[in-house]
């Protein structure tokens, strides 16, 4: 399967091309960062340590999504909603690790599913996302007695809040409920907050270091505390978990699909 890497020259892109490497039957045949980044130009196997590539970064889509069968995305929602369209275009498959995005983008992604393979998620991890179907039982096994609590730590570097992956949780744990996330999440407490409103699923966010991703969903009840997390331990598990999901995709028809789909865990 012949693949292109988008954000090739940042930590996830840098993982992404060594898994490509090491997997067969993938192929890297094109690496992408932004215009002005200072990486244009380098071979993408050397700036991440696997040697020459004979794959120079570029900032041009169009010709590199024409000669692909998919394309690897971990950058910002702007940059995801471009890489959406073209590769709707181009009818190859698009994974999607891109955190932070709207409502409005994730109906721009949606859009372009309708013409593409798309496998989007939160978090690209088998670990996470078994995790994700846990808590989904667990939230529908126990009843709003139980306080629910997502809590995730991640490295300063790290630009929104909650992550994608504390998000996937929540929603989860509201699927599992039966209640919508955005009228029961409460996502800052300062000051006199009162009591804590029964039903409610609340999020607590921690920066710092050069943690990867320690993620926690706390069911709180009388007498008894039930406490599901994953910790990530580099970005390898990501990248290999992402690359799963473009072989995966190939041969398949258009639509949005989840890491859930790719490991059959969907409900």
Aim: glycine share 12%; proline share 3%; net charge negative.
């Amino acid at each position: 399967m012949r693949l292109v890497v988008m954000g090739a020259a940042g930590r996830m892109g840098r993982a992404l091309v060594c898994a490509i490497k090491a997997t067969p039957g993938a192929e890297l045949v094109g690496a992408l960062e932004r215009p002005g980044s200072v990486a244009l130009g380098e071979d993408v196997g050397l700036l991440s340590g696997i040697g020459r590539a004979d794959v120079a970064i570029t900032d041009d889509p169009l010709p590199l999504f024409a000669r692909a069968d998919g394309v690897i995305d971990f950058t910002t929602p702007q940059s995801t909603l471009a890489a959406a369209e073209i590769a709707a275009q181009a009818r190859i498959v698009h994974v999607i690790g891109t955190t932070g995005l709207s409502a409005s983008d994730d109906a721009a992604i949606a859009a372009a599913a309708r013409h593409a393979v798309i496998v989007k998620s939160g978090n690209m991890s088998l670990g996470v996302n078994l995790l994700v179907a846990l808590v989904r039982k667990a939230a529908r096994a126990l009843d709003a007695d139980y306080d629910i609590e997502v809590l995730e730590m991640h490295h300063r570097h790290k630009v929104d809040a909650p992550s994608g992956t504390a998000l996937m949780l929540g929603r989860a744990a509201a699927e599992g409920r039966g209640v919508d996330l955005e009228a029961a999440s409460v996502r800052v407490r300062d000051g006199h907050t009162g009591p804590r409103e029964s039903g409610s699923i609340g999020f607590a966010t921690l920066r710092g270091g050069s943690v990867v991703g320690d993620h926690q969903v706390i069911l709180a009840g009388e007498g008894e505390r039930i406490e599901l997390g994953h910790r990530a331990e580099n970005r390898d598990i990501f990248a290999r978990g992402a690359l799963k999901a473009a072989l995966w995709g190939q041969g398949r028809k258009p639509g949005l699909y989840s890491m859930a789909d790719v490991l059959g865990l969907a409900d």
